[in-house]
């Protein structure tokens, strides 16, 4: 069980780098390697940005001008959500494991600084790429390669967290990067663009 992880505190604190794609790729990074450790459970800390109403904590609390500071002057910004729902960038990692299929299947990066994890759902299978993490990543182009999978056509689509933002703030999903049909033998082979900092998921559905 691991709880309260989330991003390192940051000396300086604006709106925009609530939106850094680097944040989610550092929590994506995060949660393959609690998955890979079999973890049992994890709390990201935390869902909702909230403010300190400085009155309510002053009969209880020590010394409330801390929580004054760190929650009214200088934000840190954790949330999946802002104060005002905001979504950020972190909730669409959540969004992706998601959509990543019920049973994990093997899958290898032979590039160190991509991190992967496939999954399929019956006939439909896809693999979660993380550029970066603790340092800053450059930008790459991945060749996926899925084997074993079932032939005929499909639909293939590509969501990525990057600083573009390509996602509808009202709905809370995230908005295709590329769509498309495609025939498929049981070995398929595409290429994804995985700027710096960012999280990708590339999915093999059954055709519309």
Not at 20 to 41: E, G
Not at 103 to 115: H, I, M, P
Request: hydrophobic share 45%; proline share 5%; net charge neutral.
């Amino acid at each position: 069980m691991v709880t309260e992880w989330s991003k390192g505190s940051d000396p300086a604190s604006v709106e925009e780098m609530a939106f850094d794609p680097r944040r989610a790729a550092i929590t994506a990074a995060c949660l393959m390697a609690y998955i890979d450790a079999k973890v049992d459970w994890t709390f990201y800390y935390h869902a909702w940005d909230q403010v300190c109403y400085l009155k309510e904590f002053q009969p209880f609390f020590q010394n409330p001008d801390i929580m004054y500071h760190h929650w009214n002057e200088v934000p840190h910004r954790f949330g999946l959500f802002g104060v005002s729902q905001e979504v950020r960038p972190q909730y669409f990692v959540y969004q992706m494991l998601g959509r990543l299929g019920e049973r994990r299947v093997a899958a290898q990066s032979t590039d160190k600084a991509l991190r992967v994890l496939a999954a399929r759902d019956g006939d439909c299978a896809a693999v979660m790429i993380v550029n970066g993490g603790a340092q800053p990543s450059q930008d790459r182009i991945a060749a996926v390669r899925f084997s074993g999978i079932a032939a005929g056509r499909r639909h293939l689509a590509v969501y990525r967290i990057d600083r573009a933002m390509a996602w509808s703030p009202s709905q809370l999903k995230l908005l295709p990067q590329e769509r498309r049909e495609v025939d498929v033998t049981e070995q398929f082979a595409c290429q994804v663009f995985c700027p710096g900092d960012s999280v990708c998921l590339l999915a093999l559905d059954k055709a519309r």
